[in-house]
């Protein structure tokens, strides 16, 4: 069985600080990488995702996320964190084999940016 | 916008009752829906999937006659809580995949949150 590790409960930074969540996760075969974003009171909304190719991968609002398959990790970072990036952070994880497309969802991260 | 209506947003309720949520995707025909249950500082679970016009896959673990799935349009899938007991109180999360756009991408709902009493 799959399952995504989140290492940070609740990080808390200044606003134009650099930010770096990580996530690790675990399954033997070809996954697909997500992060997700729920903004206070808002729904959860895809940030950026990975399926193959360039392992550096550029999200929405400035996010990225580098796939690095020999440690099972795939750490999202922003060089310079705003306010309005105040939110929780879901890593998620499926696999690519066939047309299962059930992600299976770390603990999520809390992010409070203070201005 | 919300592509994805989830209701009610909170319910409470008092023990042994049933309780309906609705999903339901707007602006597309989401033949496939997910149901997440989400304890205090844990991550989303899947519950089950839900397949429009037939019968739901259940995760294992989780009882299918206690949390009833019916996707009977292209639109809609409910999730009943049947005779819920305090320890259903969470915070239910439903998720529909748009087929136009394949695996890339999930539409969630809002949430509800549950509480029994």
């Known amino acids: 069985a799959q399952s995504v590790s989140q290492h940070n409960h609740h990080v808390i930074l200044s606003e134009a600080a650099s930010l770096e969540l990580g996530c690790n996760y675990s399954y033997g075969g070809t996954v697909n990488l997500f992060w997700y974003v729920q903004y206070p009171g808002q729904h959860l909304q895809l940030l950026l995702k990975y399926f193959s190719g360039d392992p550096l991968v550029k999200g929405i609002k400035g996010f990225e996320a580098e796939f690095i398959k020999s440690k099972f990790s795939f750490n999202l970072r922003k060089p310079s964190v705003q306010w309005s990036d105040t939110a929780e952070y879901f890593c998620a994880v499926t696999n690519s084999g066939g047309s299962n497309y059930k992600l299976t969802f770390g603990k999520g991260t809390l992010l409070t940016v203070n201005p | 916008g919300a592509v994805v209506s989830q209701h009610p947003s909170r319910v409470i309720c008092k023990s042994g009752t049933s309780v309906k949520i609705e999903c339901r995707s707007l602006d597309f025909q989401a033949t496939t829906m997910f149901w997440y249950r989400q304890f205090p500082k844990q991550s989303l679970m899947l519950m089950a999937t839900s397949n429009e016009g037939s019968k739901a896959t259940y995760e294992q673990g989780v009882e299918k006659d206690k949390f009833l799935i019916n996707h009977a349009s292209l639109t809609l899938s409910t999730l009943t809580v049947t005779s819920a007991h305090p320890e259903d109180s969470s915070f239910y999360i439903c998720?529909?995949?748009?087929?136009?756009?394949?695996?890339?991408?999930?539409?969630f709902g809002s949430g509800t949150q549950l509480s029994v009493l």
């Open positions: 998720s529909a995949r748009d087929p136009r756009k394949g695996n890339e991408k999930l539409f």
